[in-house]
């Protein structure tokens, strides 16, 4: 099984918070890191914030910091992703993703083939 599910996703206002769930309970592969990544419209995927399944160190983009916090719940093969201060500018759809690669590597050059859905947030009034 090679399943990540995304959660979380929705319609909010500008200034208001989300937090976005992937299951990664039925990933059964080896993998060392979960990132969470976005792509708006017309735009590339870019890097959200990925942590580590180990140690728990996480990288975060530096534009997102303060906004955004990745964190795991290994127990229950959970990583999340809560937002806060949501802007317009963040309406996305957010992927999940894992693989081999360290924490670092997987957010700035990821080269998994394990990808989630996706699940749309929209920032708007």
């Known amino acids: 099984q090679v399943h990540l599910v995304e959660s979380g996703g929705g319609l909010v206002q500008p200034g208001g918070s989300l937090r976005l769930s992937c299951d990664a309970s039925d990933f059964t592969l080896e993998y060392n890191s979960i990132g969470w990544f976005r792509q708006a419209p017309g735009k590339e995927r870019e890097a959200v914030a990925c942590?580590?399944?180990?140690?728990?160190?996480?990288y975060q983009t530096e534009a997102l910091r303060g906004r955004f916090t990745i964190s795991r719940d290994n127990a229950n093969n959970m990583v999340y992703l809560q937002m806060s201060h949501l802007r317009p500018e963040d309406t996305a759809v957010y992927y999940c993703a894992a693989g081999l690669q360290y924490v670092f590597r997987l957010c700035v050059k990821p080269t998994t083939d394990y990808w989630g859905q996706g699940t749309q947030v929209t920032v708007s009034s």
């Open positions: 942590i580590s399944r180990n140690d728990g160190t996480a």
